[in-house]
């Protein structure tokens, strides 16, 4: 701790005061004055693992020999994520007057605020003054709070206490401040020095192992994307993939600008260097790998995200769109692999929610046909992630009338109704939300499709009705999903209508006849022993 004068001794245990006052040997002194310095990882484990039921396990950490081969960066934002995590718990403790534990609690986050610098300081490279300016605040900063909170342990006064916990406030307040700004100059640091290696590198080493790494900071969160597109990330990289010496990189590349334009900052400045175009011409150029291919179409799915909100800039997409489509239903069919099948299918399922001329380019290409082939093969619709792909595309493309024809002739009603049976192998939480979309789209699919009359005369041939009514009834059948089961009673009144036959009068009487907000509340109390 750095402490100024001999102030610092008003503060220690009375024992400890009359130690200095002794003559000892050089031995002694020294193992006196080792309590005091400021060697992080022994202070850490030393004087900040408190004797404690509560977990602390999860925010230590103690450097070894195993991270020697670690990334660097990634040590740095392990440690600054325990940073953040330390003062939180710290205001968690302060607002219930727990001194002991936060004074204990701030020795640490002071081991972890040195050692991250210390360990930045290592490797870094050209670090701005700016960047050492924070590091002094924040270092000075935390031994200040050491020292308010090593007064609060040795009063019981309250209202001294009272008056120092505003100030033990204000300056974690700060700390925070400060820690929040010098990563950031850290990580803008960081980017900048990868991109450099990017834009000014011709060796293909170099720059596989910068993209490698920015990759990886990627991975971090949508701050990190921000932060590299606002450091000009989807310029650099799109300037790769506009250059043959650098084709082996390509997937690589591209993969990570699918994970940067997931911000609206890489979106923007996709559009800004006519990234649409470069895309366009990879997928369509025959001479490049699937690999390459699939990653394309990966960054396609990413821009094209009905979940993001700032896709209505990409108008150069709609100039683009008919020669991505194609080369992307080109992909579908000719994959081979489950992993290139659902990034096309993806991507195209992506563009369907994106423009409504999609479909009737899908229609055009035979594109029913071509994904109700590729699901018939097991070790290409390998998932329920691929199905969910396929039906999002049936389901957006049944609002044209010539659909109906085209799932006659492929078999797709028998497909619709085995998606009903869509279930999860793993029990996997993912996987299991993916099983209720396929289930929902399939049921809202045949929906859409049962009004014409031969659609919904093969349904009804293939027992689709009593599939729909058992979804109904029991919430297991449908993984307890209330929107697969508002589309399952959609589909069955649509069936009704055209074969009122196929229903028992009970189920007539509480599916098909209510309002269906009156069946939907009926479905959803029923005990699982009515069936």
């Known amino acids: 701790m750095a402490f100024k004068g001999e102030d610092h001794l008003d503060s220690l245990p009375l024992p400890v005061q009359r130690m200095h006052l002794i003559q000892v040997d050089s031995v002694q002194r020294w193992m006196e004055d080792l309590k005091l310095m400021t060697d992080c990882e022994c202070m850490c484990i030393l004087q900040s693992k408190p004797i404690s039921i509560e977990k602390d396990e999860q925010n230590e950490l103690i450097l070894s020999s195993q991270y020697s081969t670690c990334d660097n960066l990634q040590l740095l934002l392990k440690r600054a994520w325990i940073i953040s995590t330390e003062l939180t718990r710290i205001a968690q403790k302060l ?263 999609a479909c009737e380019i899908l229609l055009q290409l035979n594109a029913m046909k071509i994904l109700l082939a590729a699901c018939s093969d097991k070790h290409i619709v390998d998932t329920p992630y691929s199905r969910d792909q396929v039906v999002t595309i049936l389901a957006n493309m049944s609002v044209l009338d010539q659909c109906a024809s085209e799932i006659i002739q492929g078999n797709g009603v028998q497909l619709l109704m085995e998606m009903l049976f869509e279930r999860s192998s793993s029990g996997n939480s993912a996987e299991v939300a993916a099983c209720e979309r396929v289930q929902q789209k399939s049921a809202v699919t045949l929906a859409r499709l049962s009004r014409d009359p031969e659609v919904a005369d093969a349904a009804v041939k293939l027992s689709c009705i009593p599939r729909l009514i058992k979804l109904c009834r029991s919430p297991t059948e449908r993984h307890n999903s209330d929107s697969v089961l508002v589309a399952c009673l959609a589909a069955l009144r649509r069936l009704a209508a055209m074969s009122p036959d196929g229903l028992e009068d009970s189920d007539f009487q509480q599916l098909v006849k209510p309002r269906l907000v009156d069946s939907f509340l009926l479905c959803t109390n029923m005990e699982e022993s009515f069936v």
């Not at 040195?114 to 300016?133: D, G, K, L, P, V």
């Not at 020095?193 to 910068?210: F, G, H, K, P």
Request: charged content about 20%; proline content about 1%.
């Open 95 to 357: 607002e219930k007057n727990r001194w002991q534990r936060v004074h204990s609690m701030t020795v640490r986050v002071n081991c972890h605020v040195r050692s991250m610098i210390n360990e930045y300081n290592t490797f870094t490279r050209n670090s701005s003054e700016e960047m050492h300016q924070f590091e002094k605040l924040l270092i000075d900063k935390c031994s200040e709070f050491i020292t308010f909170t090593e007064r609060c342990i040795q009063t019981e006064d309250e209202q001294i206490l009272k008056s120092m916990k505003s100030c033990i406030n204000e300056t974690l307040t700060t700390i925070a401040q400060y820690f929040g700004q010098l990563i950031e100059l850290v990580l803008t640091h960081e980017a900048q020095n990868l991109l450099r290696q990017i834009e000014l590198s011709d060796s293909v080493y170099v720059t596989e192992s910068a993209i490698s790494s920015l990759f990886s900071l990627t991975q971090e969160g949508a701050h990190l994307c921000r932060i590299i597109a606002k450091e000009g990330g989807v310029v650099a990289l799109f300037k790769i993939c506009r250059q043959d010496c650098f084709r082996c990189l390509y997937p690589q590349t591209l993969r990570t600008l699918a994970s940067i334009c997931c911000v609206e900052e890489g979106m923007h400045q996709l559009e800004k260097v006519d990234g649409i175009l470069c895309l366009a011409d990879i997928l369509t150029d025959n001479t490049h790998s699937e690999a390459t291919h699939a990653e394309a179409a990966a960054v396609i799915a990413q821009i094209t995200s009905p979940h993001l909100t700032f896709t209505q800039h990409l108008s150069s997409f709609l100039e683009n769109m008919e020669e991505i489509v194609t080369a992307l239903v080109k992909l579908c069919q000719e994959a081979s692999s489950g992993e290139v099948f659902l990034l096309a299918s993806a991507a195209l399922a992506n563009i369907t929610f994106f423009d409504t001329m």
